[in-house]
């Protein structure tokens, strides 16, 4: 549909989405929806920011490396290997806010085997507040370790409150929109060309949280 004259901006509108932020020590949330499979490359781009750009070779819904679709990613930067990057909506209480949860692959691990025995944390009626530490075992920013409170994921329905939130919240699956091979050649060349970055040429803008 064509805009008036004075109604369009001129450029592409970046899509932001609020991330988790996690915290040292105790860390509560409270998982909404389903959870979205990807795995990413982190690119750097002109300002020394870090990008994501989908890996399009991992197919989502099979969950595996199919190369269904052309990764270009590789072509620009052999030497990146994409990373495992699964998310999930949540409900901080914190705040009261709906955010996207990168999720921490180990912290998912154990979060799955305690599922085994609580059953489904997602459930409105008989879902399970994720209770879980964050701590730091070294001085660099990736030496730190997550592990789930098993004890303290109790039983709990949502809140009337809750339940809106968790209603209306926008679908994890729309907050990080899978990038075309088209989109991602197009926002790899205009970084390797030193142009300016489009955070939304994957479709999402959004740091990574450690």
Same mark, same amino acid.
């Given at each position: 549909m064509a805009l008036k004259f004075g109604e369009t901006k001129g450029k592409a509108v970046k899509k932001s989405v609020e991330a988790y932020e996690y915290k040292d020590g105790?860390?509560?949330?409270?998982l909404i929806g389903g959870v979205l499979p990807r795995y990413v490359y982190w690119v750097k781009g002109t300002n020394n920011?870090?990008?994501?750009?989908?890996?399009?070779?991992? /197919?989502? *819904?099979?969950?595996?490396?199919?190369? &269904? +679709?052309?990764?270009?990613?590789?072509?620009?930067?052999?030497?990146?290997?994409?990373?495992w990057a699964y998310s999930i909506n949540c409900i901080d209480p914190r705040d009261g806010k709906v955010k996207a949860l990168n999720l921490k692959k180990k912290?998912?691990?154990?979060?799955?085997?305690?599922?085994?025995?609580?059953?489904?944390p997602t459930n409105y009626d008989t879902g399970w507040d994720v209770v879980f530490k964050r701590a730091k075992t070294g001085p660099l920013p990736f030496n730190?370790?997550?592990?789930?409170?098993?004890?303290k994921c109790k039983t709990r329905a949502l809140? /009337?409150? *809750?339940?809106?939130?968790?209603?209306? &919240? +926008?679908?994890?699956?729309?907050?990080?929109?899978?990038?075309?091979?088209?989109e991602q050649l197009a926002a790899l060349e205009k970084l390797t060309v030193g142009a300016e970055e489009d955070e939304s040429a994957d479709g999402e803008a959004v740091k990574e949280l450690g």
């Amino acid at each position: 549909m064509a805009l008036k004259f004075g109604e369009t901006k001129g450029k592409a509108v970046k899509k932001s989405v609020e991330a988790y932020e996690y915290k040292d020590g105790d860390n509560v949330v409270r998982l909404i929806g389903g959870v979205l499979p990807r795995y990413v490359y982190w690119v750097k781009g002109t300002n020394n920011k870090d990008i994501p750009l989908e890996c399009l070779a991992f /197919d989502r *819904e099979k969950e595996k490396f199919t190369n &269904a +679709e052309v990764d270009h990613v590789p072509q620009f930067f052999p030497d990146k290997k994409c990373s495992w990057a699964y998310s999930i909506n949540c409900i901080d209480p914190r705040d009261g806010k709906v955010k996207a949860l990168n999720l921490k692959k180990k912290l998912f691990e154990q979060i799955m085997t305690a599922a085994e025995d609580l059953g489904d944390p997602t459930n409105y009626d008989t879902g399970w507040d994720v209770v879980f530490k964050r701590a730091k075992t070294g001085p660099l920013p990736f030496n730190v370790e997550y592990s789930l409170s098993v004890l303290k994921c109790k039983t709990r329905a949502l809140s /009337d409150n *809750e339940r809106t939130l968790a209603d209306a &919240a +926008e679908d994890i699956d729309s907050k990080f929109p899978r990038a075309t091979p088209a989109e991602q050649l197009a926002a790899l060349e205009k970084l390797t060309v030193g142009a300016e970055e489009d955070e939304s040429a994957d479709g999402e803008a959004v740091k990574e949280l450690g």
